[in-house]
């Protein structure tokens, strides 16, 4: 009967992870995401992505930003999409500073805001709710 399981790689606790997070279990997401480790099956970037982006859409910002320093440590170096899914979750749960902090922390090493990040930043500044200085950082190269 055991040779018919299913083998969980990291492909698969990512897809199980993301699916409790879409549901919002948050607690089925982050058993999963320990149960993972303690396989031997090491979280990846998506992992991490999926796990914190389901933990801002759930409120728990002090959670998600924990999870994002825990990836660095961890020598998972957060990339692009992880970035603008923190700044957006930041900004979404009105923790406009630390928003602002993630975008300077991302542009410093070389990312982009995305058109979704630059897009809630743009209504903030219309709305006189975030400083007109943060322009250039959403701003792409010409």
């Known amino acids: 009967m055991e040779e018919n399981q299913l083998e969980l790689d990291i492909v698969i606790y990512n897809i199980l992870i993301e699916g409790m997070c879409k549901a919002g279990n948050l607690a089925a997401a982050k058993e999963l995401f320990l149960e993972s480790s303690s396989k031997g099956i090491q979280p990846n970037v998506r992992t991490y992505t999926i796990t914190i982006n389901g933990l801002l859409d759930g409120g728990l910002v002090g959670e998600a930003i924990n999870l994002f320093r825990e990836m660095e440590e961890n020598g998972c ?8 899914i923190m ?15 993630y975008t300077n922390e991302m542009v410093g090493k070389g990312f982009s805001v995305d058109a979704s990040t630059a897009e809630l930043f743009v209504h903030l500044i219309s709305n006189g709710e975030l400083d007109t200085s943060l322009q250039p950082l959403i701003q792409k190269d010409s």
């Not at 170096?77 to 603008?84: E, F, G, H, V």
């Not at 700044?87 to 902090?101: F, M, P, W, Y």
Request: hydrophobic share 30%.
């Open 77 to 84: 170096p957060p990339n692009s999409c992880t970035y603008n």
């Open 87 to 101: 700044i957006q979750g930041l900004v979404l749960n009105r923790k406009i500073s630390r928003a602002v902090e």
